[in-house]
């Protein structure tokens, strides 16, 4: 053996190390033999149970793909193969992996069948009744070109990730053209019962009686009674075999009466009994015949676009909603985009091949599942079963009786009007069930089209309508009840407690348009008007624009009205919580910021702490000479109006000077009651924390000598959220801040501190972390007892510390109050 030869046989044995004749033997055949089939005889229930609901869906529903008009009369055989070509590509597609179905049944989207009647009505009206190869062949390039259009716009959708969006669209618009889908089906089983030509029927007198002459009730009634027998069935039982078990009874009873009496089947056709197929011979492949694209003529393919249109939204709208609820009903999770995807793929392949639309069936789905479909094995053996049925021809459609395909056009129409009207009457608003019935009346004695448009329109209509009677103003109050949250002596908060009644506080809500705005302009006008402006003077209003979604040009331009009319009551409008968003730059594109007396804010406790230090700066500018000068937290920029130049002899000044007399100049009395000279510090800033709960003053005196002063420069962090406690601090000079942050994902809380108020108190009293984190906004000083300092007081003088805890718990109990209620006030 050469060497060559010798390599290769050692590196290719010449049978598999694997083999072995025991593997092969009789028995292991057999077994294997039989696994397979079992496998593949699992699903047989399911693939017969599929392939049934096709052919009953293909007849019923092929036959009025076309309009029973015109040119058009003879090819409802045609329309059958066109719903079997869509079924077959869909449920390849699906069954190949692009859906997360296994078991997905496809099927042509039969709800879709009146705009293919709308669009081939249009186009024999555009080109004539005797041109029906010019008619047939635009007819079928538009319904392609349906297809085309669908797959591609659902494919967009999925590939972008937009499933989850088109969920959100009104969902009673969708319930209304269910329920005109099932009006034109019920419609439709009358017409196909008896005969009648589509552009014969219309609401009128004349077709009543048509229907209700003998011979024609005789041939829609049956189909009728045994539809609503069907629905009466199976409200009591719903085991999945009813329906197909049902419609296969009709048909042999048909026959056993028809054999029984003896009567020819020609005579049932000329009665109307059976269907008179013009060649029942015909091809599968017959309507691919029309196709000619020579003979396609462009003009009125383009007029059917409002229709392709209102045709695509019907079908965009189908999976979004569908998948979501089998997902639920199977208990499987599925990712909708990829369905999107999925149906973009049957869809444009269904167009390429010159079909219809179609997509993935809901309850034939779950009826598939429920019997053994679960295998995307059992989706290839249906579509196969049904490639049989396609290759068997349309002939037997001639021996197919009329009231079965009526009995289940009626079924359908019958459940989407219940759907439409019956289950929703509860479940929806009054305006809502409106609309709906109004589509179902507009489809019903007008177009389909028109009816989309005008729930759309109406529902609009609705929408204005509702939400100008919602309240925009989420809650209004004067700015007493919510003072900000800065620290402030408590002769400050008695202060501006009661001069915060002239700031009038609105926290809006939801979007502001020309419907909602009206509600807040007339607010603020009454607010200003004279009868409640002699009671209740106004110097500030604060919108709060927090919860606002949004605000049109109309609203924006609203609150330029009202800026001129507070304007002249020299009332500041005061813009808070607009962000940087789209709020803002629409008040901002109408100028408002741009004009006088109008003040912005990001956040409501900013617009809160300013408001508030105007007030202290009117009575500190305005007793000058009687009152220590003070840090104001917040912005420093200039007041936006002199209040005691203005309007000298007003209400207004008359309460902030009543007011403050009341407390601000008490207070400074109550302070120097002892000697004629000022104290010192810290006797002074201990004074101004604590007089206000205590008259001790010998006691804040021998405080004093526990206290150490510590200079703090601008941006000194004095300590950090969960560090341990150093001590207590009573502010002497500046200004601090406190940011508290209690959650990861919630905004921080911010509180400022000024000159006679206290920081840090609770943790450094019980000797836990700090519960904020404390900054120097401006170059401050501070008194601060120490821990050690603490503990030497509680040592040296028990009675003195515990009558200074009592004093401290007071003061902080107030302090938490206002913060607490800021927070419990926020959005």
Same mark, same amino acid.
């Given at each position: 053996?050469?060497?060559?030869?010798?390599?290769?046989?050692?590196?290719?044995?010449?049978?598999?190390?694997?083999?072995?004749?025991?593997?092969?033997?009789?028995?292991?055949?057999?077994?294997?033999?039989?696994?397979?089939?079992?496998?593949?005889?699992?699903?047989?229930?399911?693939?017969?149970?599929?392939?049934?609901?096709?052919?009953?869906?293909?007849?019923?529903?092929?036959?009025?793909?076309?309009?029973?008009?015109?040119?058009?009369?003879?090819?409802?055989?045609?329309?059958?193969?066109?719903?079997?070509?869509?079924?077959?590509?869909?449920?390849?597609?699906?069954?190949?992996?692009?859906?997360?179905?296994?078991?997905?049944?496809?099927?042509?989207?039969?709800?879709?069948?009146?705009?293919?009647?709308?669009?081939?009505?249009?186009?024999?009206?555009?080109?004539?009744?005797?041109?029906?190869?010019?008619? !047939? *062949? #635009?007819? $079928?390039?538009?319904?392609?070109? %349906?297809?085309? +259009?669908?797959?591609?716009? =659902? &494919? @967009?959708? /999925?590939?972008?990730?937009?499933?989850?969006?088109?969920?959100?669209?009104?969902?009673?618009?969708?319930?209304?053209?269910?329920?005109?889908?099932?009006?034109?089906?019920?419609?439709?089983?009358?017409? !196909? *019962? #008896?005969? $009648?030509?589509?552009?014969?029927? %219309?609401?009128? +007198?004349?077709?009543?009686? =048509? &229907? @209700?002459? /003998?011979?024609?009730?005789?041939?829609?009634?049956?189909?009728?009674?045994?539809?609503?027998?069907?629905?009466?069935?199976?409200?009591?039982?719903?085991?999945?075999?009813?329906?197909?078990?049902?419609?296969?009874?009709?048909?042999?009873?048909?026959?056993?009466?028809?054999?029984?009496?003896?009567?020819?089947?020609?005579? @049932?056709?000329?009665?109307?009994?059976?269907?008179?197929?013009?060649?029942?011979?015909?091809?599968?492949?017959?309507?691919?015949?029309?196709?000619?694209?020579?003979?396609?003529?462009?003009?009125?393919?383009?007029?059917?676009?409002?229709?392709?249109?209102?045709?695509?939204?019907?079908?965009?709208?189908?999976?979004?909603?569908?998948?979501?609820?089998?997902?639920?009903?199977?208990?499987?999770?599925?990712?909708?985009?990829?369905?999107?995807?999925?149906?973009?793929?049957?869809?444009?392949?269904?167009?390429?091949?010159?079909?219809?639309?179609?997509?993935?069936?809901?309850?034939?789905?779950?009826?598939?599942?429920?019997?053994?479909?679960?295998?995307?094995?059992?989706?290839?053996?249906?579509?196969?079963?049904?490639?049989?049925?396609?290759?068997?021809?349309?002939?037997?459609?001639?021996?197919?009786?009329?009231?079965?395909?009526?009995?289940?056009?009626?079924?359908?129409?019958?459940?989407?009007?219940?759907?439409?009207?019956?289950?929703?009457?509860?479940?929806?608003?009054?305006?809502?069930?409106?609309?709906?019935?109004?589509?179902?009346?507009?489809?019903?004695?007008?177009?389909?089209?028109?009816?989309?448009?005008?729930?759309?329109?109406?529902?609009?209509?609705?929408?204005?309508?509702?939400?100008?009677?919602?309240?925009?103003?989420?809650?209004?109050?004067?700015?007493?009840?919510?003072?900000?949250?800065?620290?402030?002596?408590?002769?400050?908060?008695?202060?501006?407690?009661?001069?915060?009644?002239?700031?009038?506080?609105?926290?809006?809500?939801?979007?502001?348009?020309?419907?909602?705005?009206?509600?807040?302009?007339?607010?603020?006008?009454?607010?200003?008007?004279?009868?409640?402006?002699?009671?209740?003077?106004?110097?500030?209003?604060?919108?709060?624009?927090?919860?606002?979604?949004?605000?049109?040009?109309?609203?924006?331009?609203?609150?330029?009205?009202?800026?001129?009319?507070?304007?002249?009551?020299?009332?500041?409008?005061?813009?808070?919580?607009?962000?940087?968003?789209?709020?803002?730059?629409?008040?901002?594109?109408?100028?408002?910021?741009?004009?006088?007396?109008?003040?912005?804010?990001?956040?409501?406790?900013?617009?809160?702490?300013?408001?508030?230090?105007?007030?202290?700066?009117?009575?500190?500018?305005?007793?000058?000479?009687?009152?220590?000068?003070?840090?104001?937290?917040?912005?420093?920029?200039?007041?936006?109006?002199?209040?005691?130049?203005?309007?000298?002899?007003?209400?207004?000044?008359?309460?902030?000077?009543?007011?403050?007399?009341?407390?601000?100049?008490?207070?400074?009395?109550?302070?120097?009651?002892?000697?004629?000279?000022?104290?010192?510090?810290?006797?002074?800033?201990?004074?101004?924390?604590?007089?206000?709960?205590?008259?001790?003053?010998?006691?804040?005196?021998?405080?004093?000598?526990?206290?150490?002063?510590?200079?703090?420069?601008?941006?000194?962090?004095?300590?950090?959220?969960?560090?341990?406690?150093?001590?207590?601090?009573?502010?002497?000079?500046?200004?601090?801040?406190?940011?508290?942050?209690?959650?990861?994902?919630?905004?921080?809380?911010?509180?400022?501190?000024?000159?006679?108020?206290?920081?840090?108190?609770?943790?450094?009293?019980?000797?836990?972390?700090?519960?904020?984190?404390?900054?120097?906004?401006?170059?401050?000083?501070?008194?601060?007892?120490?821990?050690?300092?603490?503990?030497?007081?509680?040592?040296?003088?028990?009675?003195?510390?515990?009558?200074?805890?009592?004093?401290?718990?007071?003061?902080?109990?107030?302090?938490?109050?206002?913060?607490?209620?800021?927070?419990?006030?926020?959005?």
């Amino acid at each position: 053996m050469t060497p060559l030869l010798r390599s290769l046989t050692e590196r290719t044995p010449l049978l598999p190390s694997s083999f072995h004749t025991t593997h092969y033997a009789p028995r292991k055949w057999v077994s294997r033999v039989k696994s397979i089939a079992a496998q593949a005889a699992r699903p047989v229930p399911a693939v017969i149970l599929g392939l049934l609901l096709n052919v009953l869906d293909g007849i019923s529903y092929g036959m009025i793909i076309f309009p029973a008009t015109g040119v058009f009369v003879d090819l409802g055989a045609m329309g059958v193969s066109m719903f079997f070509v869509s079924t077959i590509v869909s449920q390849l597609v699906y069954s190949a992996g692009a859906s997360g179905f296994a078991g997905a049944n496809g099927s042509m989207m039969i709800e879709v069948v009146p705009f293919f009647h709308i669009m081939a009505t249009r186009i024999a009206q555009e080109l004539g009744d005797n041109k029906k190869d010019e008619i !047939v *062949a #635009t007819t $079928l390039v538009a319904f392609a070109f %349906s297809s085309i +259009l669908t797959g591609f716009t =659902f &494919f @967009l959708l /999925g590939f972008f990730r937009l499933g989850s969006l088109i969920g959100f669209f009104p969902r009673h618009i969708l319930v209304g053209c269910i329920g005109g889908v099932g009006v034109f089906l019920i419609i439709t089983g009358l017409n !196909v *019962a #008896t005969r $009648l030509q589509d552009d014969e029927f %219309s609401l009128s +007198l004349d077709i009543l009686f =048509f &229907f @209700l002459r /003998g011979s024609n009730f005789a041939l829609w009634a049956p189909a009728f009674v045994l539809a609503t027998l069907l629905r009466v069935i199976t409200s009591r039982w719903h085991h999945q075999l009813i329906l197909p078990t049902y419609f296969l009874i009709i048909p042999a009873l048909f026959y056993i009466v028809v054999l029984s009496a003896g009567l020819d089947l020609d005579l @049932l056709r000329r009665e109307r009994w059976l269907f008179q197929v013009a060649r029942s011979e015909e091809k599968w492949y017959q309507f691919y015949t029309y196709f000619d694209l020579t003979k396609t003529r462009w003009g009125p393919l383009w007029a059917t676009l409002p229709t392709q249109f209102a045709l695509l939204f019907f079908n965009v709208l189908h999976p979004p909603l569908n998948v979501p609820a089998l997902a639920v009903s199977l208990d499987c999770d599925v990712d909708t985009n990829k369905e999107l995807i999925a149906h973009g793929y049957s869809n444009f392949l269904a167009g390429i091949v010159g079909t219809v639309p179609n997509y993935l069936v809901y309850v034939n789905t779950l009826l598939f599942y429920r019997v053994g479909g679960t295998t995307r094995l059992s989706g290839l053996m249906l579509a196969g079963a049904t490639i049989a049925v396609l290759l068997a021809g349309t002939g037997p459609i001639a021996y197919i009786p009329v009231m079965v395909v009526s009995a289940l056009i009626f079924v359908l129409g019958i459940d989407l009007v219940k759907e439409a009207l019956w289950d929703t009457r509860h479940r929806v608003s009054k305006p809502e069930y409106i609309t709906i019935a109004s589509i179902m009346v507009a489809m019903t004695a007008w177009d389909f089209v028109i009816g989309v448009l005008f729930g759309i329109i109406i529902s609009c209509l609705f929408f204005v309508v509702q939400n100008s009677q919602r309240r925009s103003i989420r809650v209004m109050h004067t700015g007493e009840a919510t003072l900000s949250t800065v620290r402030r002596p408590n002769a400050h908060r008695a202060y501006l407690r009661e001069v915060s009644g002239q700031t009038t506080v609105l926290h809006l809500q939801g979007f502001l348009f020309f419907g909602t705005i009206t509600h807040v302009e007339e607010t603020i006008r009454t607010l200003v008007a004279e009868p409640a402006w002699v009671h209740t003077p106004v110097r500030f209003i604060v919108l709060d624009f927090a919860l606002v979604l949004g605000v049109d040009l109309s609203a924006a331009e609203a609150f330029v009205r009202v800026q001129r009319l507070l304007s002249g009551r020299k009332v500041v409008l005061v813009i808070c919580g607009a962000g940087d968003g789209k709020v803002l730059s629409a008040l901002d594109s109408v100028g408002l910021f741009e004009l006088p007396d109008v003040e912005l804010f990001t956040t409501f406790n900013d617009a809160m702490e300013w408001t508030e230090n105007v007030y202290l700066r009117a009575w500190f500018d305005a007793n000058g000479a009687e009152t220590k000068p003070i840090s104001l937290p917040g912005r420093q920029d200039s007041v936006c109006m002199d209040l005691q130049q203005s309007l000298p002899h007003s209400p207004r000044r008359a309460q902030l000077r009543d007011a403050g007399w009341r407390t601000m100049a008490k207070h400074d009395n109550k302070r120097q009651t002892g000697p004629p000279t000022a104290p010192k510090e810290p006797l002074n800033t201990l004074e101004q924390a604590f007089l206000p709960y205590t008259t001790d003053r010998t006691m804040l005196e021998q405080l004093a000598s526990y206290f150490e002063s510590i200079t703090v420069p601008e941006g000194h962090v004095l300590w950090k959220q969960g560090e341990p406690a150093d001590g207590l601090y009573v502010v002497g000079a500046g200004v601090l801040r406190a940011t508290y942050r209690f959650a990861a994902h919630t905004p921080a809380i911010e509180e400022s501190m000024v000159p006679g108020t206290l920081a840090g108190e609770l943790s450094g009293l019980a000797g836990l972390a700090r519960n904020a984190t404390v900054v120097a906004e401006r170059p401050a000083v501070v008194w601060r007892l120490s821990v050690d300092a603490l503990r030497r007081l509680e040592a040296e003088r028990p009675d003195l510390a515990r009558a200074f805890t009592a004093l401290v718990l007071k003061a902080a109990k107030l302090d938490f109050d206002i913060l607490l209620s800021a927070v419990a006030t926020r959005p």
